[in-house]
């Protein structure tokens, strides 16, 4: 097997855990919840390859004779957020949370942050990211100070209208920020969250950066770049490993731009890992509580999938997963911690695999270094043979 195509449908949860009522995340469900809010959906390729089969799936309809390998992942690290949950599918397990600040974040950060960014800030509290565009962008417009906001997650968010603080301070900025958020104050990501319009027509723009922690070395894209294997990462994933492991990367302005540069790259003849990230059903479904729109974009991917089998070579492998739920039909705006899919695919393979339930993300990254003779990662049990055999 020559390269793994890995696409992570971000949030793309389906179905609560047994310690997601500790997260505040009790009866949630992703997938059922959208399904069932959408009076169903259409996903005829997903439902192909496995999707209905999964142990646990609730709402979507089973097949009869399945061509994928599938199951359902539990996360092993402590946490419901972007960052854990890629970290564990690499091999790193996240065994103390990335702090949170549901009160904002305390006085001597946010006291430095302004000194070293010579002016005053907005905001500093808990916020959905559209809310405090209309709660604070006018004000923000009129006296030119950044907006700072988080959220349930372990972030540090600032926004800001491109024509009031141009995007390269914006930048500057966010990587004060970096410096200044470390030991216990250390936040996953620093994200920097622009956006243009007029009050009551505010819009976020696609030219958002995440400023991750750097993670451990001992995980999955070192070592395959190490080893000179191609690591290309395809929407955010390069942010998220604060570029760590990575041999090229190309961000995306939506999911369907995601999908089509992954089709693209797919066709070129490269060697390794195609890792992509397909931010909307988080960022622009999940935390505005949008299950309609949630629905077509599930649609939508799959309406694409033949297309991305069509480009694969016979020695190729996909993976569809996702790294955290983000039930868009629960009261809140935040990610629920859930189980989450599983489904690999490779024209060399003959009949479905049903793989159960398996406990940690970090088996999709453990299988990859099999399939690559990588050195074998500290967390996660490869089901390269099971899928195979």
């Known amino acids: 097997m020559k390269r793994v195509i890995w696409i992570v449908l971000d949030s793309v949860g389906m179905g609560e855990m047994p310690d997601s009522a500790a997260y505040g995340d009790k009866g949630v469900n992703t997938i059922a919840h959208v399904y069932k809010h959408n009076n ?20 979507l309809e089973k097949c009869e004779s399945p061509i994928g390998t599938y199951a359902r992942l539990a996360e ?20 103390v949370p ?20 010579g002016t005053k800030t907005l905001g500093n509290c808990t916020a959905s990211g559209t809310a405090i565009l209309d709660d604070l962008g006018e004000e923000h417009m009129k006296t030119g100070y950044p907006i700072v906001y988080t959220s349930a997650d372990s972030v540090f968010q600032i926004a800001a209208h491109e024509e009031i603080i141009p995007l390269e301070r914006l930048y500057e900025m966010c990587e004060i920020a970096r410096e200044l958020l470390k030991g216990e104050h250390e936040v996953s990501r620093v994200i920097a969250r622009p956006f243009v319009g007029q009050p009551g027509a505010f819009t976020r723009t696609p030219n958002r950066h995440d400023y991750a922690v750097m993670p451990p070395k001992e995980n999955l894209l070192v070592y395959a770049k190490e080893k000179g294997l191609d690591v290309i990462g395809v929407g955010k994933i390069s942010d998220i490993f604060a570029g760590e492991g990575i041999t090229y990367a190309t961000h995306t302005k939506s999911n369907e731009d995601g999908i089509k540069k992954t089709i693209e790259l797919i066709k070129q003849p490269n060697h ?30 799959d309406s694409y999938l033949p297309q991305i089998i069509e480009a694969m070579n016979e020695d190729d492998l996909l993976i569809i997963t996702a790294d955290h739920g983000c039930d868009p039909t629960t009261p809140g705006t ?20 049903d793989l159960g339930t398996r406990k940690s993300f970090a088996d999709i990254g453990q299988t990859i270094c099999e399939i690559f003779d990588l050195p074998a990662l500290k967390i996660g049990e490869s089901f390269y043979k099971q899928m195979t055999k």
Not at 40 to 59: D, F, S, V
Not at 78 to 86: N, P
Not at 98 to 117: C, L, Q, S, V
């Open 40 to 59: 169903g959906l259409q996903l005829p390729n997903l439902t192909q390859l496995g999707l209905g089969n999964i142990e646990g799936m609730e709402a």
């Open 76 to 95: 092993l690290s402590r946490g419901k957020d972007t960052t854990t949950g890629h970290w564990e599918m690499i091999g790193i397990h996240t065994e």
């Open 98 to 117: 990335f702090p949170t600040y549901p009160n904002g974040f305390p006085k001597e950060i946010m006291d430095a942050f302004e000194e070293r960014i």
């Open 272 to 301: 390794g890992l195609i890792f992509t990230n397909l931010v909307d059903f988080d960022m622009k479904w999940g935390h505005r509580n949008d299950p309609v729109s949630y629905g077509k974009g599930l649609e939508e991917f």
């Open 334 to 353: 935040d990610h629920t911690r859930e189980y989450v899919p599983l489904i690999a695919y490779s024209k060399m393979f003959n009949g479905a695999r």
